[in-house]
């Protein structure tokens, strides 16, 4: 897996929006999959394995060029797209741009932010990074819905009980054995899952209370990924 430049992350995240709608629609053509084959397997990517000459389709093999839809391939493409991401986001001479943000907790986007427990949560976590740096509205929902869906696997990938009993093994041990500790992340995590009931999160959640502007998206946006940073980084010492 190649190293890439600000300039090459630049292109990924001007297309992933497109990307995720293919992906999301289960809709992605021959000629945007070539387009985006040409374009990252010999210009950017040039390691990634794109030859599938034939596709197996009800019990039968179809040749490659005949099949109607590259959504499958187009989810590879994604994945190793946002593993590259991964892989170059804390080198010295990569950075996340961070233009379109107005929060000034804007520099938690820079910060080291990968967990081993769990390779979606971190796939998640530079999805909506990349998101939130948008002056379109829409691609900074699309950011809060995802970091909102780390919070959720947060209560999850820490332990094998229910997520009840997994949150207070978590805030246990990010407490440092202090009960005042323990009181402000218990309150905390009981405020954002209220929070998460009661607002807008996801775009389609059209009887809960709307969230009025970009600034209060990234409010929130900085705020769940405080506390999942925070998370993340004492539970994995």
Same mark, same amino acid.
């Given at each position: 897996?190649?190293?890439?430049?600000?300039?090459?992350?630049?292109?990924?995240?001007?297309?992933?929006?497109?990307?995720?709608?293919?992906?999301?629609?289960?809709?992605?053509?021959? @000629?945007?999959?070539?387009?985006?084959?040409?374009?990252?397997?010999?210009?950017?990517?040039?390691?990634?394995?794109?030859?599938?000459?034939?596709?197996?389709?009800?019990?039968?093999?179809?040749?490659?060029?005949?099949?109607?839809?590259?959504?499958?391939?187009?989810?590879?493409?994604?994945?190793?797209?946002?593993?590259?991401?991964?892989?170059?986001?804390?080198?010295?001479?990569?950075?996340?741009?961070?233009?379109?943000?107005?929060?000034?907790?804007?520099?938690?986007?820079?910060?080291?932010?990968?967990?081993?427990?769990?390779?979606?949560?971190?796939?998640?976590?530079?999805?909506?990074?990349?998101?939130?740096?948008?002056?379109?509205?829409?691609?900074?929902?699309?950011?809060?819905?995802?970091?909102?869906?780390?919070?959720?696997?947060?209560?999850?990938?820490?332990?094998?009980?229910?997520?009840?009993?997994?949150? @207070?093994?978590?805030?246990?041990?990010?407490?440092?054995?202090?009960?005042?500790?323990?009181?402000?992340?218990?309150?905390?995590?009981?405020?954002?899952?209220?929070?998460?009931?009661?607002y807008q999160i996801r775009h389609f959640?059209?009887?809960?209370?709307?969230?009025?502007?970009?600034?209060?998206?990234?409010?929130?946006?900085?705020?769940?990924?405080?506390?999942?940073?925070?998370?993340?980084?004492?539970?994995?010492?």
């Open positions: 897996m190649n190293s890439i430049s600000t300039g090459i992350y630049k292109q990924i995240k001007n297309d992933m929006p497109e990307i995720e709608k293919c992906i999301n629609t289960n809709n992605t053509s021959r @000629e945007y999959w070539e387009d985006l084959r040409v374009k990252y397997g010999v210009f950017f990517i040039p390691d990634i394995d794109f030859h599938v000459p034939r596709v197996r389709e009800g019990g039968t093999y179809r040749p490659w060029d005949k099949v109607p839809n590259y959504t499958s391939e187009l989810r590879k493409l994604r994945t190793y797209l946002l593993a590259t991401l991964i892989k170059n986001e804390y080198k010295t001479d990569f950075e996340l741009s961070n233009d379109f943000v107005k929060n000034e907790a804007k520099e938690l986007l820079k910060k080291k932010l990968v967990t081993e427990q769990d390779v979606t949560t971190s796939e998640l976590i530079i999805l909506s990074k990349i998101y939130i740096d948008s002056d379109n509205s829409d691609h900074k929902q699309f950011a809060l819905e995802k970091i909102w869906d780390v919070f959720e696997r947060l209560k999850t990938i820490y332990g094998e009980g229910n997520k009840k009993k997994n949150i @207070e093994d978590l805030i246990k041990k990010i407490s440092h054995s202090t009960e005042r500790n323990k009181l402000l992340f218990d309150n905390e995590f009981k405020e954002l899952t209220k929070i998460g009931n009661e959640e059209k009887d809960k209370e709307p969230i009025p502007s970009d600034d209060f998206r990234e409010y929130l946006f900085f705020r769940v990924l405080s506390l999942i940073s925070y998370s993340i980084i004492e539970s994995e010492k």
